[in-house]
């Protein structure tokens, strides 16, 4: 049984991480915007349904720069940063006090 190189397990690790906390933004986002949209900032379903379609078409969007990025820098490039934009933008949900807000950092979450 050979040796695995320390470097590669740390990686590994990193990844994992990001990986984990890339699903958690996502099932977080699905499961509490609807809520908190409707309820605390009054959206409409329709608005709602509007915020999701342009988190799509950003992460739709970003889909070829990341993968420029994760080929010429790694993928803890390209990983790591998305997951703090994630990050930042869950923090500043609460504080976006309508519509325009929250697509701008909806537009952020998508990144």
Known sequence: MGLVHPY???????????????????????TLLPMYGT?????STTEIGALFGLLAVVNLAMIGPMGWLSDRW???AAIVPSIALGAVALALYPFA??????????????V
């Open 97 to 110: 006090p309508g519509l325009p807000a929250l697509s701008a950092v909806t537009l952020i979450m998508g």
């Open 39 to 43: 309820i605390e900032r009054g959206l």
């Open 8 to 30: 590669y397990r740390v990686t590994f690790v990193i990844l994992l991480v990001a990986t984990c906390g890339a699903h958690l933004r996502y099932t977080a986002l699905t």
């Open 74 to 76: 790694g993928r803890k």
